[in-house]
Nanobody
Framework: QLQLAESGGGLVQAGGSLRLSCAAS????????MGWFRQAQGKEREFVSG????????YYADSVKGRFTISRDNAKNTVYLQMNSLKPEDTAVYYC????????????????WGQGTQVTVSS
């Protein structure tokens, strides 16, 4: 079993940056693909980014491509989401998730979820 805990959210002005972290506990963290999702108020949860077990291949939603960077440090059991050039429409609760398999853009494919961290971007 894997437990996930996000951190790093907060309030930032448009154009600013934040780095989210997701710390995992569990001996087999490196066996899991990791994903970041977000859910804005009144909207469905959506895929933001994903990274393979080895970290070699990454995926992004079109809305964040070129602005967000996902990475992972398997020695630290942590996955990161560097968010630059933030926009008000990036405001949401951000969740990390893991699955024992390849990266998927479908939230239903993920086995474990963190509690989420709020990101608010002011205009």
């Amino acid at each position: 079993q894997l437990q996930l805990a996000e951190s790093g959210g907060g309030l930032v002005q448009a154009g600013g940056s934040l780095r989210l972290s997701c710390a995992a506990s569990g001996r087999t963290y490196s066996s899991y693909a990791m994903g970041w999702f977000r859910q804005a108020q009144g909207k469905e949860r959506e895929f933001v980014s994903g990274i393979r077990r080895s970290g070699g291949i990454v995926y992004y939603a079109d809305s964040v491509k070129g602005r967000f960077t996902i990475s992972r440090d398997n020695a630290k059991n942590t996955v990161y989401l560097q968010m630059n050039s933030l926009k008000p429409e990036d405001t949401a609760v951000y969740y990390c998730a893991s699955r024992f398999g390849p990266v998927s853009r479908a939230m239903g494919d993920y086995d474990y979820w963190g509690q989420g961290t709020q990101v608010t971007v002011s205009s």
